[in-house]
């Protein structure tokens, strides 16, 4: 089973356009980068959002 849906997702990603192909790598990227530093992640929304409360 596991290995029937790798197999669709690769089929999936091999007919995407080399735009779309980076721009998912780009997000995972991205999801991983917030995941690693999610202390400073939550800290900067915090402070965005005082700034408003001022």
């Known amino acids: 089973m596991i290995k029937e849906n ?3 997702l690769a089929q999936w ?4 356009t080399p735009t779309a192909k980076s721009m998912v790598v780009l997000c ?4 991983i ?3 690693i ?3 400073a992640t939550m ?3 915090e402070k965005g959002f ?5």
Do not use: H, T, V
Not at 50 to 54: D, I, L, P, R
């Open 37 to 39: 530093r999610w202390d």
């Open 6 to 8: 790798f197999a669709k």
């Open 50 to 54: 005082s700034f408003f409360k001022k």
């Open 43 to 45: 800290e900067g929304i």
């Open 13 to 16: 990603y091999k007919e995407l």
């Open 33 to 35: 980068g917030i995941i």
């Open 28 to 31: 995972i990227l991205l999801i």
